[in-house]
């Protein structure tokens, strides 16, 4: 991994989910980029593999392991950053909870006469709530220093019903509406606010699923390109919104799907 390319030098960036998937490749290139990064996740180990990848390349950074869609969790989070770095500059929430969730509850990704009032509230829980949570931790930070950029990672699905995943795009519709509401409130305290919308990226998150783009005919359905994207190629999205060269970006929405949104 190649480092100091230099757009986010002396810059400290929080980064969740930071163990797989868009947050692990937003851990890496934040590194890369000069940053001083802050990796959480639920699970510590994972963490350690992320934070160990970033060390060997000359990396600066610590993980914290923590359940963020708990009230709280992410106090500790940005206090712990705060002891450590005197400041946060750059907020990624990319934790989440997507189609691998059907494993682990089922009925969970399915459609809402299927939901359970658990499963509902366990989608808004980890997709929304800790959006939520993540930011309002954050934002007396960046008050103070009067300046900060918070990219929260969405989801197509966020743009539009679909025939399944209701609880899942019911929160992601939420989170983009959500990153508007902050810009337009804390604009004024020099804080940025932006939201990215991802189409089907080859992570973890929707291992069930990636075996449509095996055939072309379903991939092409999926994304006119025929594949699903690469976390990096989110990861470069989140870089270039949380960076100064998206100056004058607040309240937008970036979609990086493809093409699979064109057509709608």
């Not at 001083?36 to 060390?55: C, F, M, N, P, Y």
């Not at 209701?166 to 932006?194: E, M, P, W």
């Not at 990861?235 to 919104?241: D, E, T, V, Y």
Request: net charge negative.
């Amino acid at each position: 991994m190649e480092r100091n390319m230099g757009r986010l030098t002396d810059k400290v960036a929080v980064i969740t989910g930071a163990s797989s998937g868009i947050g692990r490749a937003c851990f890496n290139l934040f590194s890369a980029e000069g940053a001083r990064v802050v990796g959480t996740s639920r699970t510590k180990s994972h963490l350690d593999d992320a934070l160990g990848e970033i060390s060997k390349a000359g990396g600066e950074g610590f993980v914290v392991a923590a359940d963020i869609g708990d009230s709280g969790a992410m106090d500790n989070v940005i206090a712990v950053t705060i002891e450590r770095y005197g400041r946060v500059d750059i907020l990624v929430h990319a934790a989440g909870v997507g189609y691998a969730l059907k494993d682990v509850l089922p009925g969970s990704m399915g459609a809402a006469n299927g939901l359970s009032d658990g499963n509902w509230r366990e989608v808004m829980r980890v997709d929304l709530d800790a959006c939520f949570y993540a930011a309002r931790a954050v934002l007396p930070h960046m008050i103070e220093q009067g300046s900060g950029s918070i990219v929260n990672v969405a989801s197509i699905f966020g743009l539009g019903g679909t025939a399944d995943a209701h609880a899942y795009s019911s929160a992601k519709a939420a989170v983009v509406n959500f990153t508007r509401s902050l810009c337009i409130a804390y604009a004024k305290d020099g804080i940025r606010a932006n939201s990215l919308c991802p189409g089907f990226v080859d992570t973890p998150m929707i291992a069930s699923m990636i075996h449509h783009f095996e055939d072309e005919s379903t991939a092409t359905q999926l994304s006119p390109m025929g594949r699903a994207g690469r976390p990096i190629e989110i990861a470069n999205g989140c870089l270039f919104l949380a960076s100064d060269e998206a100056s004058y970006c607040n309240g937008s929405t970036l979609v990086i799907d493809g093409g699979t949104t064109a057509s709608v």
